[in-house]
């Protein structure tokens, strides 16, 4: 059974920064596009990053470009996700999911797109 692991959350002060990180357990993670999701109180999932299979190819939404970095270590079957400048606008549930279409990370990252999905780890970001 594919099971992703969501660890790494917190609460940090703006400004600060977190390394979320999604472990893969049953499956190698090296076969899969992995994208990073958020949710708010209130409102919808929405992709943050994604990264291909070979980590090759990243993107992100634009409220976190420049702050955010993903990246992904298949050897350790894991995918990071690295957030700096955190603003309270950043509080959420972040989750990671995966999907075998690449193309799917290039024109989203889109949750309806994407399986597997970890339970979340919570960020805060509060003065």
């Known amino acids: 059974q594919l099971q992703l692991v969501e660890s790494g959350g917190g609460s940090v002060q703006p400004g600060g920064s977190l390394r979320l990180s999604c472990a893969a357990s049953g499956f190698t993670l090296g076969r899969y596009a992995i994208g990073w999701f958020r949710q708010a109180p209130g409102k919808e999932r929405e992709g943050v990053s994604c990264i291909s299979s070979s980590g090759g190819n990243t993107k992100y939404a634009d409220s976190v470009k420049g702050r955010f970095t993903i990246s992904r270590d298949n050897a350790k079957n894991t995918v990071y996700l690295q957030m700096n400048n955190l603003k309270p606008e950043d509080t959420a549930i972040y989750y990671c999911?995966?999907?075998?279409?690449?193309?799917?990370?290039?024109?989203?990252?889109?949750?309806?797109?994407?399986?597997?999905w970890g339970q979340g780890t919570q960020v805060t970001v509060s003065s």
């Open positions: 999911a995966a999907v075998v279409v690449q193309a799917m990370c290039v024109i989203g990252p889109t949750p309806s797109d994407f399986g597997s």
